[in-house]
């Protein structure tokens, strides 16, 4: 039984990097957090993504947050 659940997570995983790929999700090089969390999110998604399931996941600003030095 587990062997079973780990070739169908594997299976729904390569769907899921499929459809990332068909999306062109791999063709940037360089990518920042927003990207690489919506390829992540796609991969998950896996078979979901051809029933019109579009994840997104947005990335918190980084400049908010970040001190200024003293002047």
Do not use: H
Not at 11 to 24: E, N, S, Y
Not at 31 to 38: A, G, P, Q, R
Request: glycine content about 10%; overall charge negative; charged content about 20%.
């Amino acid at each position: 039984m587990g062997r079973l659940i780990g070739i169908l997570l594997v299976i729904w995983l390569v769907i899921g990097a499929f459809a990332a790929f068909q999306r062109g999700y791999f063709e940037d090089t360089k990518t920042n957090c927003s990207e690489t969390s919506d390829i992540i999110a796609n991969i998950a998604a896996g078979p979901l993504n051809y029933t019109g399931l579009n994840p997104k996941v947005g990335c918190p600003d980084v400049d908010v947050d970040t001190p200024e030095p003293s002047k």
